[in-house]
Antibody, heavy 117, light 112 residues
């Protein structure tokens, strides 16, 4: 069974930093690209960032470019999202999502990021 | 970016009756390999999204056959043949053909 377990969310002040992690199991982690997708409270789904299977290529939504960094450690089956210069509009549940065939076939349970002073 | 629109945004339905959700894209979703990468997701209250349909009309494992997807080019539809109580939630379409992937705004399905 595929499992994606996010952690690292919490309350942070505007301008602060936070690192999210996603621990994967139940599939061959280094065969798949993984994305971060977020959902602001009461809002829809938004692609945030992506990394290919070997970590050699990374992608970012314009809204987070220059502030967020995605990375992965295939030896630990873990994905990361380093978030800095956080803004109120970054507050959301962040989901780790497995990409398969130009779609998302497995989602984590999400981790909540709150940005407030 | 490809803009995805859905209608209606709110859909009150009667148990046992059919329901239909439309999803439209601002560009054709036919990829260079001939496939159309349009997926549908269900998000029940308090849960993570779950994929129901991929490549327009392919049901994921474990998805009841009352869910079906259809469409082509820029116009797509998710149909529920007979709505059950467990179908309450928000439904999103996603296009994966063009980068970046983009979601529709969601359609909230509720029981009348």
């Amino acid at each position: 069974e595929v499992q994606l377990v996010e952690s690292g969310g919490g309350l942070v002040q505007p301008g602060g930093s936070l690192r999210l992690s996603c621990s994967a199991s139940g599939f061959t982690f280094n065969n798949y690209g993984i994305h971060w997708v977020r959902q602001a409270p009461g809002k829809g789904l938004e692609y945030v960032s992506a990394i290919n299977s070997n970590g050699g290529s990374t992608y970012y939504a314009d809204s987070v470019k220059g502030r967020f960094t995605i990375s992965r450690d295939n030896s630990k089956n873990t994905l990361y999202l380093q978030m800095s210069s956080l803004r109120a509009e970054d507050a959301a549940v962040y989901y780790c999502v497995k990409r398969n065939g130009y779609s998302y076939d497995d989602w984590g349970q999400g981790t909540l990021v709150t940005v407030s002073s | 970016d490809v803009v995805m629109t859905q209608s209606p945004l709110s859909l009150p339905v009667t148990l046992g009756q059919p329901a239909s959700i439309s999803c439209r894209s601002s560009q054709s979703l036919v990829y260079s390999d001939g496939n159309t990468y349009l997926s549908w997701f269900q998000q029940r209250p308090g849960q993570s999204p779950r994929r129901l349909i991929y490549k327009v009309s392919n049901r994921d494992s474990g998805v009841p056959d009352r869910f079906s997807g259809s469409g082509s080019g820029t116009d797509f539809t998710l149909q529920i043949s007979r709505v059950e109580a467990e179908d309450v939630g928000i439904y999103y379409c996603l296009q994966g053909t063009h980068w970046p992937p983009t979601f529709g705004p969601g359609t909230k399905v509720e029981i009348k």
